[in-house]
């Protein structure tokens, strides 16, 4: 299987703020990644993946990049909503993984 | 809008068998893959296997050939069974439909709860 590790898993920071998580691919995927967002108590929801735009819907402050095993997912200025753990995904291999999560909070 | 709806026991017995059901409104079930996926409480995103509309399946090995996934395109319902259930397989189980073209899930039912407990 692929394994997935994102970082940090953790991330404190204020609304407006610039925020990057990083997600690594324990072998190449090319660019078969996407992302979701997790409020609490909630299903995922699917926001981007690297090869294409952002979905429906989704505010063009979030962002994506990387190939090959290392990946990034950009807020530029985070809003009160943003708040919620995120999870990339692999498709370019079966099992599909997810990441471990990286939880975004207040500061 | 795509919908999808979980349902089935929320406490299952060890060893039993796990039984759910999603319903799909809004879409067609013709031309897509659909999946489940499963959440242990406070931990991370588990892929457990997908079908076709067309009835074939594929699974993640993790399971140990305990899973069945299959699909009744008439009442727009797909159904994971898991067989000889453990405390492990306690979690919240999705179901998801995959993209079309790529293997990503853009729509999510809420997800239901399934404790397994004697």
């Known amino acids: 299987d692929i394994q997935m590790t994102q970082s940090p898993s953790s991330v404190s920071a204020s609304v407006g703020d610039r925020v990057t998580i990083t997600c690594r691919a324990s072998?190449?995927?090319?660019?078969?990644l996407a992302w979701y967002q997790q409020k609490p108590g909630k299903a995922p929801k699917f926001l981007i993946y690297v090869a294409s735009s952002l979905q429906s819907g989704v505010p063009s402050r979030f962002s994506v990049s990387g190939s090959g095993t290392d990946f990034t997912l950009t807020i530029s200025s985070l809003q009160p909503e943003d708040f919620a753990t995120y999870y990339c995904?692999?498709?370019?291999?079966?099992?599909?993984?997810f990441g471990p999560g990286t939880q975004v909070d207040l500061k | 809008q795509v919908m999808l709806q979980e349902s089935g026991p929320g406490l299952v017995r060890p060893s039993e068998t796990l039984s759910l059901t999603c319903s799909v409104s809004g879409a067609s079930m013709r031309n897509y893959y659909w999946t489940w996926i499963r959440q242990p409480p406070g931990k991370g995103l588990e892929w457990i296997g997908y079908?076709?509309?067309?009835?074939?399946?594929k699974y993640n090995p993790s399971l140990n050939s305990r899973g069945t996934i299959s699909v009744d395109t008439s009442n727009n319902q797909f159904s994971l069974k898991l067989t000889s259930v453990t405390a492990a397989d306690t979690a919240v189980y999705y179901c998801?439909?995959?993209?079309?073209?790529?293997?990503?899930?853009?729509?999510w039912g809420q997800g239901t709860l399934v404790t397994v407990s004697s």
């Open positions: 072998q190449g995927i090319s660019r078969w």
């Open positions: 079908v076709y509309y067309s009835g074939s399946t």
């Open positions: 995904q692999q498709a370019n291999d079966f099992p599909f993984t």
């Open positions: 998801a439909r995959v993209t079309d073209s790529t293997w990503y899930f853009d729509y």
